[in-house]
């Protein structure tokens, strides 16, 4: 709650005003910074970014990502002199960070782009989406599919919820004033369709962030917002992304109910899958406890 919660009314200010700079929101997230109590977890200000108009607001998982993000802010709000701000999550967990793959940047600003493909053609395909550090609870989640359930499934890190709903409603309201023309894609949709499968959504802000771009995911797919809706808990960051159902098992269970759902994987597997990870189904949901 550093990065908004507690000063909205004075970041509001500040880009009526016309401000520019960067502004860090640390900490972020509402399972990385673990025994903290209630008052520090962050599970809502990308919400609240997304309402400020000069605000672009990034929830980076990687270094390479966040330098990319600000070498381009740099750029706009110092040489070509855009009044806009930054506002950059950052986590309390100490991870490795992998190397930039090759030509990533344009997705990287615009919000979305493939991380990790499938690792080989299975049986089944899913698609999943990570943000922040449960970015790597969303890679060990398509190791588990692929090793356990014949499941291959595309990897894509979102930098940005934000950008991609700006992005989609500016192409929304451009074919709208100009219907004779041929119609502009939301970049988001334009991704997603090169993926396949059901798509699962992981956060560590609520289900409301990537729920801003749900109805631009292809139609015919199924669309599963994972995140921390309730409140935070003072745990180990293993209980409490269990507790909201973001840690990779979860993501994993989530993708195969999916699929169950489409009649591509028997509702026995996902049951014996719960029962495997130890997964509760009948806890209470901390949305509303």
């Known amino acids: 709650m550093f990065g908004f919660q507690r000063i909205a009314d004075s970041i509001w200010a500040f880009g009526d005003a016309r401000g520019r ?10 399972t990385t910074l673990n025994g903290e109590g209630l008052q520090h977890q962050d599970g809502q200000s990308l919400l609240t970014a997304s309402t400020v108009p000069s605000c672009r607001a990034y929830d980076p998982a990687f270094a390479y990502e966040t330098a990319v993000i600000v070498e381009d802010g740099v750029k ?10 930054y506002y950059i999550t950052l986590y309390n967990e100490a991870y490795v ?9 344009e997705g990287i600003l615009r919000g979305i782009y493939l ?21 790597r609870e969303v890679l060990a989640a398509q190791e588990l599919l692929a090793a356990k359930y014949q499941v291959a499934a595309d990897v ?3 930098t940005s919820y934000g950008e991609l709903r700006r992005d989609a409603l500016a192409a929304e309201r451009r074919n709208r004033l100009h219907p004779r023309e041929a119609a502009v894609q939301p970049f988001v949709a334009e991704v997603l369709e090169r993926t396949e499968g059901p798509i699962v959504a992981a956060t560590d802000f609520v289900k409301a962030v990537p729920d801003m771009v749900a109805r631009w995911a292809p139609r ?13 808990r003072s745990d180990t960051r293993e ?33 014996r899958a719960i029962e495997e990870f130890g997964i ?3 806890a209470k949901d901390p949305l509303t406890t």
């Open 97 to 105: 960070m992998p190397p930039m793959p090759a030509g990533v940047e």
């Open 76 to 85: 706009r709000m110092m040489a070509k002199g855009e009044d806009v701000f």
């Open 220 to 232: 015919d797919r199924e669309w599963i917002a994972l995140g921390t809706d309730g409140w935070g």
């Open 115 to 135: 991380f990790r493909p499938a690792p080989q053609r299975l049986k089944h395909r899913a698609t999943l989406l990570g943000s922040g550090p449960i970015l």
């Open 280 to 282: 509760d189904p009948d």
């Open 21 to 30: 700079g960067f502004l860090l929101g640390a900490t972020a997230g509402r």
């Open 156 to 158: 894509c890190s979102v």
């Open 239 to 271: 209980a409490l992304r269990r507790l909201f159902q973001v840690d990779a098992a979860s993501i994993a269970v989530a993708t195969l109910a999916a699929l169950a759902r489409e009649g591509r994987v028997a509702g026995h597997v996902v049951e």
